[in-house]
């Protein structure tokens, strides 16, 4: 694993948004797979900046979220797919048909997650894989106790996952209790993993999933195990990671 520590979020950001940028680059027809969250947020700002000033093409390139809430539709402001469209999408010349996100629409649970994992097949796996760190180790809904080699399903949401994505919605009855999320296999699949740590408040997990052992407990751990990983984060996040 090679570990990035930049001074503050807007630098880690940068540095996140180079590693993507290369990706598109020296692949302009790769598979992103993409994140939703606090983290990224500066990432994506530096990428359509970037787009703005000529310097990134994203014409070719087809992306797969991590994950979505089952019951929200595309339009509501909460879903997955709004904030990518808001944060990134609108912005860049990605063609909206090569961007997915699982259909938070779909009631039937098994067909949702088949069709999703079908996708990712059958565009030959995700090149690069952007994630966040949960407070409680999740990557994208993986909640800790998740086995390792699942792919694509459906969650129940930890009490302490929905109310971290409580101050996003009106009342805590609207958030909802369920999400489609890729799981830890397919997640495992990508062939480079970029993580996002940033903030003092991650710096306990941080720790836990990167320098602990590997367990279900702390779902982000295995990421230890996967070949090319890169970690990227701002100093109160990486306070404990030797330089
Ligand atoms: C988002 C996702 C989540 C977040 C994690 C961190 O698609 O899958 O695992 O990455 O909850 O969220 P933030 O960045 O808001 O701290």
Redesign the pocket.
Known sequence: MRVFCAADYGRASRVAANIISAQVIMKPDCVLGL??????IGTYEELVRRYEQGDLDFSKVHSI???EYRGLSPENDQS?RYFMNTHLFDFINIDKKNTYVPDGLEPDKEKACRDYEEIIKAHGGVDLQI????HNG????NEPGSVFEKETHCVTLAENTREANARFFKSMDEVPTEAY?MGIGSIMRARKIVVIVTGESKREIVKKAFLGPVTPEVPASILQLHSDVILVGDEPALTDFPR
Not at 131 to 134: D, K, Q
Not at 138 to 141: E, L, P, Q, T, V
């Open positions: 994140a939703t969250g606090s983290t990224p979220n991590l994950d997955y994630l966040g760190l949960g999740h990557i994208g809904f999320t």
